[in-house]
């Protein structure tokens, strides 16, 4: 039971969680609640919080002051002690990046002094090309036709590979989707509206194919006049009856999965944004515009999906002749 005195009291290691509520309840130390509750975006604050929960089930910190006596040693120790339990390269990197983020707030708000995790060396990056595997023009061909005949669950599955693999969404953007999103119309060409990270809105040219398959879904599913309604819904609640909620990322996530399992490469959902984005450079796309397409910051972020430096037939091992 929680002691109320004591909000971050030791919790066995077997059920230790540092959750948004056990967050929350550092209300001695409201730079630390204003740091997270200031994480809007679900995804974010989810790698956040396991982050540093890791960090205080390393250190064993078990009340909020004890944050302002760690040092450089301490995360130089946390560091090792990653690597040492085979965590790659981007995942301490994130894990420091979260650290410091909340470092970062306590010495705006006065609360430490400085920031013990400047100046630990941080591991370089694994590679340019990411770990994303990206499909082929034919294994892509293959996972678009995979979900057959005319039922409501294969029109929407088909629907949402195509907006998947066309548009280079996150599982999270797709997600979000109202039908009114798919209704949106500049200079005259369809787009999508894409409620993107960071609270970034982009609107997205909507490729005919896809379009195609989402009307014929909606025709069947009865819902295109639900504007603000989920655009893409679980097949049992398809109705206004479920609050015109959507699909999940895990349902999304675990379509992919099923789909590609069945044709013998089994991937997850990011690998159609991958998948979009290195075709889209295949094909002679501008890289800066790939950029924007994905709804990046940065430009090398983007690199990391240009996979065209990894085409097997452009390797010299075909070169070679005896």
């Not at 919080?49 to 995360?75: K, W, Y």
């Not at 819902?223 to 699909?247: C, E, Q, Y």
């Not at 013998?264 to 796309?285: K, Y």
């Amino acid at each position: 039971m929680t002691d109320p005195q004591n909000p971050l009291q030791k919790i066995p290691s077997e059920s230790r969680l540092l959750t948004a509520e056990a967050f929350l309840r550092l209300s001695d130390v409201p730079p630390e609640v204003e740091w997270f509750a200031n994480l809007t975006n679900k995804a974010t604050r989810r790698a956040y919080e396991n982050a540093i929960r890791d960090f205080m089930q390393f250190t064993g910190i078990q009340q909020a002051d004890e944050f302002r006596v760690v040092t450089r040693a301490h995360v130089i120790a946390w560091r090792d002690d990653l690597v040492r339990r085979e965590r790659n390269g981007s995942t301490i990197r994130h894990r420091l990046s979260a650290l410091a983020s909340l470092f970062d707030y306590l010495c705006e708000k006065n609360a430490v002094t400085h920031n013990p995790v400047k100046g630990v060396k941080r591991p370089k990056n694994d590679s340019l090309e990411g770990r994303t595997p990206a499909l082929g023009d034919h294994q892509a061909r293959k996972l678009l036709n995979a979900p057959s005949g005319a039922t409501l669950r294969t029109l929407r599955d088909k629907a949402i590979l195509a907006t998947l693999l066309y548009h280079a969404l996150r599982r999270e953007e797709l997600c979000k989707l109202k039908v009114k999103d798919f209704k949106q119309e500049r200079r005259g060409v369809p787009h999508l509206k894409v409620a993107g990270k960071g609270g970034k809105t982009r609107y997205v040219p909507l490729h005919p194919a896809a379009g195609g398959l989402i009307h014929d879904y909606l025709e069947l599913a009865g819902h295109s006049a639900d504007d603000t309604g989920a655009l893409f819904r679980p097949v049992s609640h398809n109705t206004k009856s479920n609050g015109g909620k959507g699909i999940t990322p895990d349902g999304i996530y675990k379509l992919v999965r099923a789909y590609s399992t069945e044709l013998g490469f089994t991937i997850g959902a990011h690998s159609l944004r991958a998948t979009a984005a290195t075709n889209a450079l295949d094909h002679q796309a501008d890289i800066a515009k790939v950029q924007e397409w994905l709804g990046h910051a940065n430009i090398a972020t983007t690199r990391i999906y240009d996979h065209r430096k990894t085409r097997p037939e452009d390797s010299p091992t075909f070169k070679v002749s005896y």
